[in-house]
């Protein structure tokens, strides 16, 4: 299994409230990506990175800001939580070689009351 | 706009039987598909890719065939186990001339139960 860890894997917090989930690899793989994942819309993406400080957006990331100051953490902040953030979120990595499978972390379960 | 779509949401199949889940694509520049599986509580797991110049690859249990003119592609699992129940997720990917950076676009996904 490729070394993943996200945190926190639960969260519950209140509308208008900051968010932080942290994934950490230890694979030293060059790609990161941030989904989160939904009843009817399989995962999506939200933002991935290319490369420390190399971040950008993916299919639905409004509302959502990344920072990868490291190769091996890619951070996912909410800068002002709302419902519709309610979701559970994942993160994946990859070598970045073409055609290259992503591997994906646990999973966070995040509740936005 | 669902650029990979999985039409049934659920498949339900005795143990011992062939489990055949299908996506269909409308991005004619997706030139790599995968599968995972994944368990509640669990990130997905990679189960088997197909690069587009191939119509076919195998693995144990496990053959995704592609079809490219119809934009097509399926996954089968013969013999079927309970312990493959789980949802199913396809994705593709699309090389780009490597500005993609290994993006992939997922179905919904569908939800297998195999009976014993």
């Known amino acids: 299994d490729a070394g993943i860890t996200q945190s926190p894997r639960h969260k519950v917090t209140e509308t208008g409230t900051p968010v932080t989930l942290r994934c950490h690899q230890t694979?030293?793989?060059?790609?990161m990506y941030w989904y989160r994942q939904d009843p009817g819309h399989g995962l999506r993406l939200i933002h991935y990175?290319?490369?420390?400080?190399?971040?950008d957006k993916g299919e639905v990331s409004d509302g959502y800001s990344v920072s990868r100051s490291k190769t091996e953490d890619f951070l996912l902040t909410l800068e002002s939580a709302t419902s519709s953030q309610t979701s559970v979120y994942f993160c994946?990595?990859?070598?970045?070689?073409?055609?290259?499978?992503?591997?994906f972390g646990p999973g966070t379960r995040l509740l936005v009351l | 706009d669902q650029q990979v779509k999985q039409n049934s949401p659920s498949l339900s199949v005795q143990e011992g039987r062939i489990s055949i889940l299908n996506c269909d694509y409308t991005?004619?520049?997706?030139?790599?598909f995968l599968w995972y599986k994944k368990y509640p509580a669990e990130g997905p797991t990679f189960l088997i890719s197909?690069?587009?110049?191939?119509d076919k690859n195998e693995d144990g249990r496990f053959t995704v065939f592609l079809n490219k003119s119809a934009k097509h592609l399926s996954l089968h699992i013969v013999p079927s186990q309970p312990g493959d129940s789980a949802v199913y997720f396809c994705?593709?990917?699309?090389?780009?001339?490597?500005?993609?950076?290994?993006?992939?676009?997922f179905g919904q996904g569908t939800i297998l139960t195999v009976h014993p």
């Open positions: 991005n004619s520049m997706f030139d790599y």
């Open positions: 694979e030293n793989h060059r790609y």
């Open positions: 197909i690069s587009s110049i191939k």
């Open positions: 994705a593709a990917s699309a090389y780009a001339g490597g500005t993609s950076y290994g993006k992939l676009t």
């Open positions: 994946a990595i990859s070598p970045g070689l073409l055609q290259e499978t992503q591997y």
């Open positions: 990175s290319y490369g420390v400080k190399d971040t």
